[in-house]
């Protein structure tokens, strides 16, 4: 398997422009992770999904943000509006017991 | 409410000596906890895990850590440190396979020469 894939790796985005991240987890694994990472929070899970159920979403910052995972395959993460605070690393992972990272992607919003 | 502490933002120590990365929680029940390291510029990699059994935990690049109820911790160590360990350590824990998995603040490792 090649692992948790992550699209795209690098997004530079305009303030107001809606953003889409995009993540393939494992094969099989049944739970799936967004978190965001920045210097001054740290690794903080916005939403996790099981049997691409949403089941907690109380670290979604705003309603700006929104998770959607329509089949085992695949889910996005979306911004909009995006605003220059959402400027991040964002990571999606996958778990079976242990979880497995993609390797992130870096959001710039100008 | 489930939380992981992780006391020391960065840990020096010099090459060859052993090192700990102090990690305790706070959960009601029995967690399954881990360590994750991250080099710069990519994403958490899977070190070790503890589910249930011995309370010394094997994992890859020669980590080990020790569960200790009592004292709710989970200290990361190994006997002799490579520069090549200096990265971003993080604990985490979860109730179960199906549950979130949460993470601590994460603590820098410098391993000098």
């Known amino acids: 398997d090649a692992g948790v894939i992550q699209s795209p790796r690098h997004e530079v985005t305009e303030m107001g422009q809606e953003v889409t991240l995009r993540c393939k987890p494992i094969s099989g694994h049944n739970s799936l992770f967004w978190y965001r990472q920045t210097m001054m929070r740290g690794l903080e899970l916005l939403i996790y999904f099981n049997n691409n159920v949403p089941i907690d979403d109380s670290g979604m910052p705003e309603d700006r943000f929104s998770a959607k995972m329509p089949n085992a395959s695949f889910s996005t993460l979306k911004i909009q509006p995006s605003e220059p605070r959402d400027s991040a690393v964002y990571f999606c992972?996958?778990?079976?017991?242990?979880?497995?990272f993609g390797q992130g992607t870096r959001l710039t919003v100008v | 409410a489930q939380s992981v502490a992780q006391p020391e933002d960065q840990v020096n120590v010099a090459e060859g000596n052993p090192l700990t990365v102090k990690c305790t929680y706070s959960?009601?029940?029995?967690?399954?906890l881990f360590w994750y390291v991250q080099y710069p510029n990519r994403g958490l990699q899977f070190l070790l895990k503890y589910i249930t059994g011995d309370n010394l935990v094997k994992g890859s690049y020669g980590f080990e850590a020790e569960f200790n109820k009592s004292q709710t911790s989970f200290h990361l160590k190994k006997p002799s440190a490579l520069v090549s360990d200096s990265a971003l350590y993080f604990c985490?824990?979860?109730?179960?396979?199906?549950?979130?998995?949460?993470f601590g603040s994460g603590t820098r490792l410098l391993v000098r020469p």
């Open positions: 992972a996958s778990r079976e017991e242990v979880a497995f």
């Open positions: 959960v009601s029940g029995n967690p399954y």
């Open positions: 985490a824990l979860s109730m179960g396979s199906s549950y979130k998995l949460i």
